[in-house]
Nanobody, 116 residues
């Protein structure tokens, strides 16, 4: 079974930074992409960022462009999300995902709280 282990969430003041990590294991088929969604309180998950495994193409939601950077360590099946200039509006539960030959898998989520 594919499993994703996330870390790096926490509490930070507005304008500060956090780096989220997500390590995938149990991958039997090729990895196509990994990325992040987030869920605001009482809302559905929304796309944040993604990176393809071949070519390292990156994609960002407009709300985080210029502030967040996604990167990967392919040898470790790990993706990172560097979050700078954080705003209170970024508060939410962040979920890592992997798109592979076996389908789409999700992490358990990690809480990010940005105080004003």
């Amino acid at each position: 079974q594919v499993q994703l282990v996330e870390s790096g969430g926490g509490l930070v003041q507005a304008g500060g930074s956090l780096r989220l990590s997500c390590a995938a294991s149990g991958l039997t088929f090729s990895t196509y992409a990994m990325g992040w969604f987030r869920r605001y309180p009482e809302k559905e998950r929304k796309f944040v960022a993604a990176i393809t495994w071949s070519g390292s193409n990156t994609y960002y939601d407009d709300s985080v462009k210029g502030r967040f950077t996604i990167s990967k360590d392919a040898a470790k099946n790990t993706v990172y999300l560097q979050m700078n200039s954080l705003k209170p509006e970024d508060t939410g539960v962040y979920y890592c995902y992997v798109q592979s030959g076996s389908g789409l898998s999700w992490g358990q989520g990690t809480q990010v709280t940005v105080s004003s």
